[in-house]
């Protein structure tokens, strides 16, 4: 492996524009597809084989009408005027109407004028009133009344029973992620324009929020700090500028390559939101790695600049192979769940992934072929003294030293920081983002607290109910439908039932249900229990069958869904990765140590993002206001990115000391001069992808929030507490231990040589005079 990339890294080295031009040719390729094909993001978290889906799969196809996405904007009222005052109320309707006639909201108006025409005829009217006689009064002391108009309440809206507020609930003709961009910011303009003219104010639900943006501030400031990192690890502007170029291509590669496809598969946002990160962290760490070593490989060998790419490539390259792979392996893993949704996931990732390494590869040795002898400047040399070369950064030989006599204090400190840190993961609950989920000064959540306080909490999440004839073809009996609305009203936690909707031929009705509780309340979860605990003597008793969906009862079958698919997922990936590191590290010890500090960090992740976002600790650090449960897909999500990236530092550090030990060094100083070695470009790589993760909790939206603090709280405590500190003071306990493995095994074993001997004894590195490197340099003309 290391006398192929050396060769690979010399090519492209010294005929870098055929490199640069091929890549240059893919870039051209994303572009383009991008300018002639639009981008078309999901922000649906469905998963099929679900309870939920199901039930909104299968009215899609009996009552295509109601398969829409839905909307809900709140009217508020000048405080100390009622919203149906005769100024405000004229406002109001010149806003509904306003809405009704956009493009792609379905006019409720018309569709009930059509059934008045048809009188006693009418199966919707007849089942309207029946639900009604069954239902009996809300339960609640806040019941609201519909908005009139010449006599007649308007479809979908309803005025609070202290008159402050209005609700419009309607339907768009198509989910909200299929429909055109900036629909639904028109939609809410429209009815702002109308509303202003009344001094209504309008709060739009969580539900109208358009894509999020992809790049915001945040994230711009997390890659200026990770340029800043490396300019101070790498001393040269030339150099630093290198991993930035790699990262950014390999974005553009990666997610603009998904974006092309997303006019054929369902692409959701926190889908390319999650590849930009992984291809911005690991694109920098992977080419700072490299860098690094080449620069090393001059400053200390007295290597040129061609050698020395070669060699780097060889080496650290094999080093990002493999790292690469076990992110790759983790990220595939999502595969083996069956969910499309985490599937898409993966594999764009996984893609940018490949990309990177791809790019570090051959881009990156092409790009030093251009820089030559630059990336070293001349200062930078000057600095470099015989005692200095080869024997790494002072302070991290200290650390180290440290590490190693004081092993026992190191690993119990180490073990004990991320137990404590644990801790409030027994107590994490998972959920769908709600309006409760956003910060209070935003529209979403002050729509939510509206609500919650005019109407009550369970208008932000009603249920939707179908009833179904058991009879194939069979219009639904006036009898079952009040059998099944009446012991629906019945249940817990129940505070109204109403007809939403009955397809043309009578057979499937939709009710809707509004519970006590708020969307994300354990009273309503258990409230979706009771409906489903009911369904089975509701058809047996009365003909009709029952399905619950909704915001809770999708929250209910996603949590569960996935809490299943964790065990699985994390066994596969850990099989896989343990057989990877296996290879690498030729260890029996190694890979297990590895993976259970990962264990350890991501425990220690799962518990800080449920005391930041669940208990409220801490919020004012990164802007946060809100507490909410955590969202359904990230623990599933994190434990995969974190695993690969973990493993990407284990390799970084471990190889280096591997690397000490193969070339003769004792377990113990092999244990510190390889820490030392990698322990700067560890940190540095460390801070940059906490930087670029932590760029995206200032995101708005709650899903990226949280994602974005879950992985960076995960490589913090990771890369600092367990790779090192727990990893270097273990091997120092383990000593020669720590490289056993049985001789049969190790004879089966293929030799991968990532820590690039077979390199040196096939190919014999040059022994250039001391001063030749700064000679070089003089004549390269480099100032820096």
């Not at 597809?33 to 922000?43: G, M, R």
């Not at 008045?116 to 007849?126: I, T, V």
């Not at 911005?280 to 200390?300: C, K, Q, T």
């Amino acid at each position: 492996m290391s006398v192929l990339l050396y060769r690979l890294g010399r090519f492209a080295y010294g005929k870098p524009w055929y490199v640069i031009g091929g890549w240059l040719a893919v870039l051209a390729s994303v572009v383009t597809l991008l300018a002639v094909a639009p981008v078309k993001l999901s922000n649906e978290v469905r998963i099929d084989g679900t309870p939920a889906q199901k039930v909104i799969d299968d009215l899609a196809t009996s009552l295509p009408e109601a398969s829409g996405g839905q909307g809900m904007l709140l009217f508020k009222a000048p405080h100390g005027t009622r919203i149906d005052g005769e100024r405000s109320r004229t406002a109001l309707l010149a806003a509904v109407d306003a809405v009704y006639r956009h493009d792609h909201v379905v006019d409720t108006r018309k569709v009930l004028a059509q059934e008045a025409a048809k009188g006693e005829k009418s199966p919707l009217l007849r089942a309207q009133a029946t639900v009604a006689r069954a239902a009996g009064p809300q339960s609640s002391g806040r019941t609201p009344v519909p908005l009139q108009a010449d006599g007649q309440p308007v479809p979908g809206v309803v005025v609070s029973a202290d008159g402050s507020t209005a609700l419009m609930q309607f339907q768009f003709d198509e989910q909200t992620f299929e429909l055109p961009s900036g629909t639904i910011d028109n939609t809410i303009k429209a009815a702002e324009q109308r509303a202003a003219r009344g001094g209504l104010e309008v709060l739009p639900s969580a539900a109208m929020m358009e894509i999020p943006e992809i790049i915001g501030v945040g994230e711009i400031v997390g890659v200026a700090v990770a340029a800043v990192v490396l300019l101070i690890t790498l001393g040269s502007v030339v150099a630093a500028g290198l991993p930035l170029v790699i990262a950014l291509v390999g974005v553009t590669v990666g997610v603009g390559g998904a974006f092309t496809l997303s006019t054929v598969f369902e692409i959701h946002s926190l889908a390319a939101v999650l590849a930009l990160m992984l291809g911005l962290a690991v694109g920098i760490d992977y080419a700072l790695f490299i860098v690094n070593r080449e620069r090393r490989l001059i400053l200390d060998d007295g290597l040129d600049a061609h050698e020395a790419t070669g060699r780097a490539i060889g080496t650290a390259g094999s080093a990002v192979f493999f790292a690469g792979s076990t992110v790759i392996i983790a990220l595939a893993g999502l595969l083996v769940i069956r969910i499309t949704l985490l599937s898409t996931m993966a594999l764009v990732a996984a893609a940018t992934i490949a990309i990177s390494v791809l790019l570090a590869l051959t881009l990156l040795p092409a790009l030093l072929g251009l820089v030559k002898e630059r990336v070293c400047p001349t200062r930078t040399r000057r600095r470099v003294t015989p005692q200095q070369s080869g024997t790494g950064h002072g302070r991290a030989v200290r650390w180290g030293m440290r590490l190693t006599h004081h092993k026992y204090a190191a690993l119990a400190a180490a073990v004990l920081v991320p137990v404590i840190l644990a801790v409030p993961a027994a107590d994490m609950k998972l959920g769908l983002p709600s309006g409760a989920s956003y910060n209070p000064d935003t529209g979403q959540r002050r729509s939510y607290d509206l609500v919650s306080d005019a109407y009550g909490p369970g208008y932000n999440g009603p249920l939707l109910v179908a009833v179904r004839s058991t009879r194939s073809g069979a219009p639904l009996a006036p009898a079952a439908l009040a059998a099944a609305t009446s012991n629906l009203r019945a249940v817990k936690g129940a505070t109204s039932i109403s007809l939403a909707g009955m397809n043309r031929t009578g057979t499937t009705a939709i009710l809707s249900l509004v519970p006590d509780s708020g969307p994300n309340d354990d009273a309503t979860k258990d409230l979706v229990t009771a409906i489903r605990d009911r369904s089975a003597p509701i058809s047996k008793a009365h003909g009709a069958v029952i399905g619950v969906t909704g915001f809770t009862a999708l929250a209910v079958d996603v949590s569960g869904r996935l809490a299943d698919a964790l065990p699985v997922y994390l066994a596969t990936v850990l099989g896989l990765s343990l057989i990877v590191l296996l290879l690498v590290f030729r260890s029996l010890l190694v890979p297990v140590l590895a993976t259970l500090g990962f264990l350890l960090s991501i425990a220690a992740t799962f518990g800080l993002t449920t005391a930041v976002f669940q208990w409220g600790w801490l919020q004012d650090l990164i802007g946060l206001d809100a507490t909410a449960p955590v969202v359904s897909l990230l623990p599933i999500i994190v434990t995969g990115v974190l695993y690969g990236l973990a493993m990407d530092y284990q390799m970084f550090l471990v190889t280096s000391i591997r690397e000490a030990h193969v070339h003769g060094a004792t377990a113990r100083d092999a244990t510190v001069t390889g820490f030392a070695r990698a322990s700067s470009v560890v940190l540095a790589a460390a801070t940059i992808m906490v930087s670029v993760f932590a760029g995206f909790v200032f995101n708005a939206q709650p899903m990226i929030k949280q994602a974005g603090f879950a992985l960076a709280a995960g490589i913090l405590i990771d890369a600092f507490v367990i790779r090192m500190t727990l990893i270097p003071a273990t091997m120092a306990l383990a000593q020669e231990k720590a490289w056993w493995i049985p001789t049969w095994l190790d004879r089966l074993l293929p030799d991968l040589d990532v820590e690039g001997d077979k390199l040196a004894q096939k190919i014999s590195p040059p022994h250039p005079a001391a001063a030749q490197p700064r000679t070089a340099a003089r004549q390269a003309g480099t100032t820096g």
